[in-house]
DNA sequence: TCCCGAAGTTCGATTTAAATG
DNA sequence: GCATTTAAATCGAACTTCGGG
């Protein structure tokens, strides 16, 4: 059990105290306590004094000097738009558990969709020499601008949740048209064919192909698509009113008369209001109507009935947007050169209570 | 719009640079731009030129350098014992958005209920001279251990979740038994007596004050507790568990076939459990039982039905464990003394859809 | 004495160049 | 020349002290 925080006479152990105690001087100190490459020429004796004075003292070297020589700060932005997004939990807990793994910290911070929050913070952090960005890009549209002011950084940076292209900033995202494909596909198997569907709002990148996924299931299986039911998410900064959207566009569908016997949501969200405007019609799920949403938001395993949905593998891609960075950090350090590279995860269907087969 | 991070033949512009541009030198620089008291004495006219030169070659101090003098970092670290529990979002919000107007920057970490993780986080947010610690204590009983861990270092800390009496170490918490009382209360107002009661597994603090919040009303106003229908949570530190805990629970009331209106869960996670074996077996909420939880976490508005439960406030209570330790880092730079405070504060009652009247 | 500005020291660790036997 | 050790310079900002007008 080390001593922490040994203090003398009030002030922080430096290498000098550790120098005095062992009698060499704080040059052989540092060379010893960091097994520098000179480390080689010195005696296993002197190392051994060394090593006990530093224990005997508490040494902890200070992280301010260290820096301020090295230049590293062996720390990692992290800027998500929304933390109240629950999509946001498991990725953080990814990018926290592999960071953890490298010996980086993370500085979190939330933007609330706001630009000038973002401005401020890509500051801060920028100011305190954080070694790689990660953005959690979920929900807002993404204006040029941040791309820029992230570009501009020159630092290793990865986002999560929004597809790019370009050769600076890497990204890491869901192959959103494959999961909204075998959403579709699983209802179609289940012998569903009058189906509503909740688009994403236009603005947001994700909702353009996971619309395309169905279209191409629909073209491949010869499904039809009844414009009727199709009705779009309103655009919205706040994740929980695809909630309430789902609510109410569901009540207009239902209101509509038109018959379904399944329901695919852009998201677990808007899944959860249409859920609720299902059930409020005396609708249950999945005995009259079925849904499936995506995300796999940690609630859905939760709700009642548990909701079927396409499964986004968060903690993963928190993990693959740290190596991105780390490795880019290392190629920083061994002046290579840092190139962007960008990831298309595979989702996976989890298949649970709300939907159900027609036959 | 100041160009960031400018740069002079690939080094960062230092204070030297802009004393070499703008004709002074640094001391008079640094006077100038930190608006220090000896800044007084100086002419318009050399303020106006230093900072046109700071402008034009996009100075920004280094932090490493002025940490290492000042012993500052404005940085604090938040401890979190599991992030994945729905309880952590909201309180993070309130945590990250005071620390924001307050100029400090959090370093999360997740301590995944593990002691080795604890100490090593600690170990590491020491090192980097956080000015402050914010422990959310959420599930786990925190051993003795972790606090002694916690008061050693010496630095303002607030632990939210856990009632404390130390007076080293500040604490949040919500009033559990104010707000089981209120809970009970409202069951009892509806009509409901025969109630079902699943209470927290006895290792968590939570847990007894919640029931003698029950209690006490129960004594108050002659309800009647039937020891045949009061469960326990089994002891466990993930959060998930409690939702198949409660499930599990709830069945096993159903099976005794001793008839209950309303059922009384520990918090959310086990009321969502129950609600889920209650439609198991066919009965509907709020039709045929009434639940109410405790916590309204995010997914229990979006619940169907939506969850009557017991508020904590969340986002307030992070926001307040932001306040005290602030305090502290002002006591400590003003070598005040630090006191430790003690705050409990009153939930509020969410009345939703999973709480009927029995007339 | 007052105003203005600069030279030099400090914070703590790392590293280069050099000095011992 | 070799093994072993160290004085001195450096990183960048802030503060103390001092001098000139």
Redo the contacts with the bound molecule.
């Keep these: 059990m080390s001593v922490r925080g040994s203090k003398v006479n009030g002030?922080?152990v430096?290498?000098?105290d550790v120098a005095k105690e062992s009698?060499?001087?704080?040059?052989?100190v540092?060379?010893v306590?960091?097994n520098?490459p000179?480390a080689r020429?010195?005696?296993a004796v002197?190392k051994k004094r060394i090593e006990k004075a530093a224990k005997k003292l508490g040494?902890?070297?200070?992280l301010f000097?260290?820096s301020?020589?090295?230049k590293r700060s062996h720390t990692v932005g992290v800027m998500v738009f929304d933390m109240t997004d629950p999509y946001c939990t498991l990725i953080l807990r990814g990018i926290e558990n592999t960071l953890y793994q490298a010996s980086y910290l993370p500085i979190l911070t939330d933007v609330h969709n706001e630009r000038s929050r973002f401005e401020r913070y890509l500051e801060m952090l920028l100011d305190r020499r954080v070694e790689a960005l990660i953005v959690l890009a979920n929900w807002l549209f993404v204006d040029i601008d941040v791309l820029a002011d992230l570009e501009k950084s020159s630092i290793p940076t990865a986002m999560i949740g929004r597809e790019l292209k370009t050769d600076t900033i890497s990204s890491v995202i869901v192959d959103n048209e494959m999961g909204a494909y075998a959403a579709v596909e699983h209802l179609h198997s289940l012998g569903h064919r009058k189906i509503a569907f909740i688009r994403g709002p236009k603005t947001l990148a994700d909702s353009a192909p996971r619309w395309k996924g169905i279209r191409s299931f629909a073209k491949a299986s010869e499904l039809d698509l009844d414009p009727r039911l199709i009705v779009d998410l309103p655009e919205s900064r706040d994740p929980i009113s695809s909630f309430e959207a789902g609510y109410k566009l569901t009540e207009e569908l239902i209101k509509q008369k038109r018959p379904f016997t399944a329901l695919m949501a852009f998201d677990d969200m808007t899944a959860f209001g249409a859920i609720r405007a299902l059930a409020k019609a005396g609708l249950r799920v999945p005995e009259h109507c079925s849904v499936v949403g995506f995300d796999d938001v940690a609630a859905s395993s939760l709700y009642t009935p548990a909701l079927t949905t396409v499964r986004q593998p968060m903690e993963a891609m928190g993990a693959m947007a740290v190596s991105i960075v780390v490795d880019g950090i290392n190629s920083v350090q061994e002046k290579r050169e840092v190139v962007a590279v960008h990831r298309k995860v595979a989702p996976e269907l989890a298949v649970r209570e709300s939907t159900r087969n027609l036959l």
Tied chains: 1, 2.
């Design positions: 002030l922080m430096t290498i000098r009698g060499f001087s704080s040059t052989t540092s060379i306590l960091n520098a000179l020429y010195i005696p002197t040494y902890r070297p200070n000097a260290r301020l020589r090295s």
